[in-house]
Structure formats: structure tokens, C-alpha cells
């Protein structure tokens, strides 16, 4: 069973546009979250992480997280083309220092 | 700069060769860990490693094998590759705790024929 769930899209939004990218995870022990960003033939970045319940913001970047949904998401704003890349969301459960990843969002920001 | 270095970006095996793919990292992290990333299946945990001599399967062992005699070094070794182990391979590595993210290493795209 899969414990990291996202939505494999492609999401398309507009340059300049808020892109919205969402994750669901089913271990309630999961303790942070990690958001990478991956271009294509490359390895992933890592870009967020978050281990409170709120949002976090980093530049245009906001990471949100909702432990009594168990889910998180991540927002970018004044979405560029060069945002186009697949998105993945990981979990940390702390027990054997794993991270589990979910199969990536491909993000597509259109002119 | 911290790093992970894999030794090769691109490689080419013959099936039935037995294959070597190396990571070393610079951060004096504890854990070191092998994924192999196929479209559509996302990133898949073959090993990893908590400390030096030490190692444990992850989801998809079969057919690999790991060493790691050094702190900063963990090699993954495919005993006799097969067309189906063409894929990009992915070495992180990680420090012990609350999940400070783990770092990636460029990744080594094989190709096996």
C-alpha cells in the first residue's frame, strides 16, 4: 500500500499563475515533510520541507501542512516557466530514517 | 559546496556483466541509500546503509548488492545485469534525526544491452 499519495497530473497553469500541488500520506507517525523539484534527465532538489502544522514560506514557495488531514501541499506563486518539472512530495517517519516518496506532480507552466 | 558524487552520468553494460556504480558523499553523513527512478514507478529503495559495514534491503533488492567499507563510499554492484535494470540510479545521503532531507547525487543513467 502506498503511504505517499500525489496526483501524477500534468498540471497545467499559466505563467504568472499560483500552482497548487497536493499531497496525501497515510502514517499519522510521519514527523516532517520534504518537497523536491525534479527536471527531467535530473536528479530531484530538495526545495521546502515543513514540520508544523501551518504554512511555511520560502520565497515564492509555501508549504502547507495539515496533520489532522494528513496531507500537504505546496504553492508556488508567479508560477515561470522554469517551474516546469516534476514535484515530489516525502515523508520522514523517523523510524529507520527513511524518507517515502510519493510518484511526483509533473508540473507544466505555459506561456 | 557539500556533495554527493556518483562516478558515472551515462553508462553501458552488456547483459551478464557484473557492474559497479559508486557514490561517495562529503557531508560525514551516516546514512547512504540506492533508488532506482523508472517512469511511472517513482523512486524505488533498492539498499541503504546506517553506517559503515553495515546494510539493509529496501522494497527491491533482487539482483543487487551493496558495500559500504567506508563512511563517505556506498557502491552498488549488480552481480549480472539483465535488461531490466536499465534504468537511472539514484545514490542520497542523509544525517541521523528528524529528517533533515536527504541530498542527491546527479544519478548514473544505465543502460544495459
Known amino acids: 500500500q502506498k503511504e505517499v499519495e500525489q496526483n501524477s497530473g500534468p498540471l497545467s497553469v499559466p505563467e504568472g499563475a499560483i500552482a497548487s500541488l497536493n499531497c496525501t500520506y497515510s502514517d499519522r507517525g510521519s514527523q516532517s515533510f520534504f518537497w523536491y523539484r525534479q527536471y527531467s534527465g535530473k536528479s530531484p532538489e530538495l526545495i521546502m520541507f515543513i514540520y508544523s502544522n501551518g504554512d511555511k514560506e520560502d520565497g515564492r514557495f509555501t508549504a502547507q501542512l495539515n496533520k489532522a488531514s494528513q496531507y500537504v501541499s505546496l504553492l508556488i506563486r508567479d508560477s515561470q516557466p522554469s517551474d516546469s518539472a516534476t514535484y515530489l512530495c516525502a515523508a520522514f517517519t523517523g523510524g529507520g530514517n527513511k524518507l517515502t516518496f510519493g510518484t511526483g506532480t509533473q508540473l507544466k507552466v505555459e506561456l | ?113
Request: charged share 25%; aromatic share 12%.
Open chain 2, 1 to 113: 559546496d557539500v556533495k554527493v558524487t556518483q562516478s558515472s552520468r551515462y553508462l553501458v553494460k552488456r547483459t551478464g556483466e557484473k557492474v559497479f556504480l559508486e557514490c561517495v558523499q562529503d557531508m560525514d553523513h551516516e546514512n547512504m541509500f540506492w533508488y532506482r527512478q523508472d517512469p511511472g514507478l517513482g523512486l524505488r529503495l533498492i539498499y541503504f546503509s546506517y553506517d559503515v559495514k553495515m546494510k539493509e534491503k529496501g522494497d527491491i533488492p533482487e539482483g543487487y548488492s551493496v558495500s559500504r567499507e567506508k563512511k563517505e563510499r556506498f557502491s552498488l554492484i549488480l552481480e549480472s545485469a539483465s535488461t531490466n535494470q536499465t534504468s537511472m540510479y539514484l545514490c542520497a545521503s542523509s544525517v541521523t534525526g528528524n529528517g533533515s532531507g536527504y541530498t542527491f547525487g546527479s544519478g548514473t543513467r544505465l543502460t544495459v544491452v
